[in-house]
């Protein structure tokens, strides 16, 4: 409790008299009640976790099964055990009477057998959750096989699960045949090269297969190499980092501390939601679930920079946000006595950090800048003067907090017929001032002065459909169980806190600032160099006719693949050629699997491409129009089934590395430029609002910064029936990107497409 932080709960002092006691009870009371609270959050995971290994049977089933035996076994002549129970009862010590024995005998014959029909249940369930061919059938009538198994995974997959119940159940990612992940290679990068580069990579790939069996036969697993390789990113701002916008349409209040309160009471209780795992997984298909276990680090947890490599810090639990305002950082406890604070009660600590016109120690405003810039001067810089003193106390109340939140000074508009607005708004969360958000923390929630909201996103612990998850409780908790009184204040009770926020003290020497203000450099000039450009596409800003969902359905095409076809066409106007091309794909229906990457450059959209810039008819445009997104459907699923090209690459690359080998296929490979990546929001994964009758909860989406710095950043959200949002990056420093020219470019390109299709 935050009472009791400078207080000593017991303490004693010697004396000429002799041993004086002071005894604080509040203090005691704040480390006695912090030790229950531990243990039974530690009571509740160990039985959640045994409930998750003996899913889908519950405790109860289980416990019901061994009486049900017990008394099967005594009331009839029925030799269920065939002598197993006088067995295993002659073999129990003498300590136990004889009905002693026999009870505890059968307890654990019961408790056996039925532990051998969990574990049968259970790889009955990863068999079935192996099998993929559902995905690649597509709607309407369904093969046998996959009937067969839709009916098994009905009948074992359980009811009520929790969170992670199913995590032991899911196969692992596989590793596809080298030659496979070849071939596919080679047909990814055939638009891209001429006839002679392609003979000399093809001529590559073959001497790598000949080699490869030999050499990695029995090393793919993950290997010291790796972390190492993935440690050359410079500054994970703008590089790395992703953020996420508020509402388009909807305004709850324009109070910044009562829309901060309400959002942070939300994501608190959505902790608590996944400390107790009373989460559903998340179901593809409504049949087979999507791994869990990215949601474990989504709070009290840390980016911790190292001179070799970066690591990833949770903490078991954190009562506390680390809010930035003005320069600032306080430390804003959040419970009190056992109990979440209410809105109204944490939108009073808000304000009376907005009161408090404490000026910043020499060298705060700036701290976060370490975050922003390189890695290695952040990790020197840490080992030197945040190890010790009062910066460590004060750096450590930042990582440990459960999130941290920028009551930000800006007046951001969110308007969908202002382009600028949306695209200062959108880079504003990208980066700010690169002092205002600490990148390092899993997120910073942003609030504005007008109660708008953001987020900024560090990547490495989760994908964005995590991230997209929480904002989605946030605005349904927001929405269903949240008022505000007419002023914008929170509508709930308060009652009279005895702590108020902690300003956090620092102590910069000279050696230290001088590091800021070089990473406050380079951070600014990273921040500079963002071309920003959000588009929203459809009957919001006054489109011809409207644009969404509705129309790309009518073409008869999956949406996801229409937009890459448009993509792609939009990429070869502006640039005059084909690129690389990045899509991001889960693999979640493997056990923690992540991502993988669709090639979304192919022959067959190169073919539509070349057709539809040289004037072909429609009904020619239309073939290979159907064609490319059809193959684009198949890398898709090909990329969630593991059998993608880049994971695979990139882990050969990683073990070539640690046992000393050189690979000029893999070193061409992997440093291909990605030029156009991209990445499609989900506007909804659990379904918790109607948008039918609430049309105004539409989200905005979010976006990232450019992978390649000659290239474009593609994120884009179907918001609806009639709109979509691209969020579109690349960098000033380019000369032949601009990210509102692309717009312009996908606007028409996505009326091209549906111009092919229309009339047919």
């Not at 004889?98 to 790889?123: D, E, P």
């Not at 392609?198 to 000949?210: G, K, S």
Request: glycine share 8%; aromatic share 10%; charged share 25%.
């Amino acid at each position: 409790m935050a009472e009791a932080h400078s207080a000593v709960g017991f303490q004693f002092t010697v004396t000429p008299d002799g041993i004086d006691v002071d005894f604080n009870r509040n203090a005691f009371k704040a480390v006695v009640q912090s030790g229950g609270r531990s243990w039974r959050k530690r009571l509740v995971r160990f039985v959640n976790r045994f409930g998750s290994g003996v899913y889908p049977a519950r405790l109860e089933t289980i416990a019901g099964a061994v009486v049900a035996f017990i008394i099967v076994d005594k009331t009839t002549d029925l030799d269920l055990d065939r002598g197993a129970i006088k067995a295993i009862e002659s073999v129990l010590p003498s300590v136990f009477n004889i009905g002693g024995k026999y009870f505890t005998a059968s307890c654990v014959f019961a408790g056996g057998v039925f532990t051998i029909l969990i574990y049968v249940v259970r790889y009955i369930l990863k068999g079935c959750f192996s099998y993929h061919g559902w995905m690649f059938e597509g709607r309407g009538k369904k093969s046998i096989t996959t009937r067969i198994w839709g009916i098994l995974v009905t009948i074992f997959k359980g009811r009520n699960p929790l969170l992670y119940s199913y995590q032991g159940s899911l196969p692992k990612l596989p590793v596809p045949a080298i030659k496979d992940t070849l071939n596919r290679y080679l047909r990814s990068v055939r638009p891209l090269l001429t006839d002679e580069e392609y003979e000399d990579m093809a001529l590559l790939a073959e001497e790598f297969q000949m080699e490869s069996p030999t050499v990695f036969s029995d090393t793919l697993s993950p290997s010291p190499g790796g972390p190492r390789i993935m440690s050359l990113i410079d500054a994970i701002m703008v590089n790395s980092n992703f953020y996420a916008m508020d509402l388009a349409l909807c305004r709850p209040t324009d109070r910044q501390t009562a829309r901060a309160a309400t959002l942070i009471q939300a994501c608190f209780r959505w902790r608590s939601q996944l400390d107790k795992e009373r989460v559903k997984p998340l179901m593809a298909g409504n049949m087979v679930p999507l791994c869990s276990y990215q949601y474990e680090r989504t709070f009290n947890t840390t980016r911790i920079p190292g001179i070799d490599k970066d690591k990833i810090v949770k903490l078991e639990d954190s009562r506390h946000v680390a809010v930035y305002h003005k320069g600032r950082w306080f430390k804003v406890y959040c419970y009190y006595a056992g109990r979440l604070l209410t809105t109204s009660e944490i939108e009073h600590q808000l304000d009376l950090i907005l009161k408090d016109d404490t000026p910043p120690a020499r060298g705060e405003e700036d701290l976060a800048c370490l975050t922003a810039g390189k890695r290695v001067p952040w990790a020197q810089a840490r080992q030197t003067h945040f190890s010790y003193g009062v910066n460590a106390k004060s750096l450590k109340a930042i990582e440990s907090s459960a999130f941290c939140v920028c009551l930000d000074e800006g007046t951001p508009k969110i308007d969908l017929q202002d382009k600028a607005a949306l695209s200062s708004y959108a880079k504003d969360l990208l980066h700010g001032k690169t002092n205002d958000r600490w990148f390092d923390k899993t997120f910073t929630l942003v609030v504005f002065k007008n109660g708008i909201y953001g987020a900024n996103v560090e990547h490495s612990w989760a994908d964005a459909p995590i991230f997209g998850h929480l904002c989605e409780e946030m605005f349904y908790h927001e929405f269903a169980r949240r008022r505000y009184k007419e002023d914008g204040t929170c509508d709930a009770d308060r009652a009279h806190l005895p702590f108020k926020p902690e300003k956090l003290t620092w102590e910069i020497d000279e050696d230290c600032y001088e590091i800021i203000q070089k990473q406050k450099i380079q951070a600014q000039g990273i921040a500079d160099d963002v071309d920003m450009h959000i588009h929203p596409f459809g009957k919001y800003h006054g489109a011809p006719g409207t644009f969404g969902k509705r129309l790309i359905k009518s073409c008869g095409v999956s949406p996801d693949a229409f937009v890459q076809l448009a993509l792609q066409l939009a990429n070869y106007r502006d640039q005059g050629k084909f690129s690389l091309t990045y899509e991001a794909s889960m693999t979640r229906l493997y056990r923690e699997g992540r991502t993988e990457t669709v090639r979304s450059c192919t022959n067959e959209t190169s073919a539509f491409v070349k057709a539809m810039e040289e004037g072909a008819d429609k009904e020619t445009l239309r073939g290979l129009a159907r064609a490319a997104a059809k193959y684009h459907v198949s890398l898709y699923q090909a990329a969630m089934t593991g059998k993608g090209v880049d994971r695979h690459l990139f882990t050969l690359y990683v073990v070539s590395r640690y046992l000393g080998l050189e690979s000029k296929f893999l070193d061409t490979a992997l440093t291909q430029k990605w030029r156009l990546s991209t990445s499609q929001t989900p506007h909804s994964q659990a379904n918790l609002i109607d948008f039918k009758k609430h049309p105004d909860m539409l989200s905005t989406g979010g976006g990232f910064g450019p992978v390649s710095d000659d290239g474009y950043g593609v994120s884009y959200i179907i918001c609806d029936e009639d709109l979509i949002m691209f969020h579109i990056s690349s960098k000033h420093s380019c000369a032949h990107t601009n990210s509102a020219r692309f717009g312009a470019n996908i606007e028409k390109a996505m009326l091209d497409v549906a111009a092919v299709f229309a009339d047919k």
